[in-house]
């Protein structure tokens, strides 16, 4: 089937409407209607180019909340008429120890991602900026119904790239976690860590949005253009939430974990970091990375959203602001992350 879509025609070129062909359904496929698709700052640096040599065109979106209209042969855990997700990966091979652990997105013979990847069949993956995608059904979530549709598409990324790690590295009750950054991944992080019970604090460039932050579950807020901050907070945190996608100083952040702290990227900045490693050794301190999460851990994170009411503070806009929001999302004029209603490309 053709369906419409907004697609990036070449690195750094403004998406246009388009169309594109989705395969037939297979007998373990989803067939989604899209309702809403969140615009990830992951969606921009790919078109841009940022992160290498991309597939053009593109259809971006891995943050998608949809209803299923039809099932394959072979389905049973999704039905017609069901709300469903789909996130960062679409296919993994199934069989490697890393997919059989439950980690798909750490897949040894490459995941699946749900734009700009090569399926299992050989096609190009094109993403939820459209108004139908099929998926393989062992990488669709369920949407739980309390959730708000708009509110829920984000979590499909910015939720469990920022739930992973807070459950690896233990946030909960009697730990102290700092999340860098107060963006469209850092304010989930802050949700979500204070729903876990972890004593919550925001490290941002400037007091602007602190108000913000307070409302969204924060116990404290701190400026770090203030050289203060880093004084007063040294050694004082389980846990860092590093989201942000620009260059930090590694080793300034490091000097605020705790002995066996530590710092967690999440964000993906494209220029190389670096650090001392007396930053680490002084006080067993890690520096580590994370991913999404695998299917498993994205739909716990899904049913714990939902249990704990907590949704992405969302603009939705139609398909044809996108690429204006882009330009607002580069300029942090968004509080705190795009949907598209892609009903809106019918």
Known sequence: MRVNAYAAPAAGRPLALTTIERRDVGPNDVLIEIQYAGICHSDI????????????????????????????SAVTRHHVGDRVGVGCMVNSCGECTNCRNGDEQYCLNGMVPTYAGTDRDGTTTQGGYSTHVVVDADYVLSVPESLDAAAAAPLLCAGITTYAPLRRWGAGPGKKVAVVGLGGLGHMAVKIAHALGADVTVLS???????????????????????????????????????????????????????????????APAEPLSLHVMSLIGARRSFAGSMIGGIALTQEMLDFCAEHNIGAEVEVISADKVNEAYERVLASDVRYRFVIDTTTLA
Do not use: C, M
């Not at 891995?62 to 099932?71: K, P, R, W």
């Not at 949005?209 to 880093?230: C, I, M, N, V, W």
């Open 45 to 72: 640096h790919t078109v841009n180019g940022d992160w290498g040599p991309q597939p053009f065109p593109v259809v971006p979106g891995h943050e998608i909340v949809g209803l299923v209209t039809e099932v394959g």
């Open 205 to 267: 460039q400037s007091l602007k949005k602190q108000e913000d932050g307070l409302r969204l579950g924060a116990d404290h807020y701190h400026a770090t253009s203030d050289p203060d901050t880093f004084k007063q907070l040294a050694g004082r945190f389980d846990l860092i939430v590093n989201t942000v996608s620009a260059s930090i100083d590694l080793n300034a952040y490091l000097g605020l974990l705790a002995v066996d702290g530590t710092l967690v990227n999440v964000g």
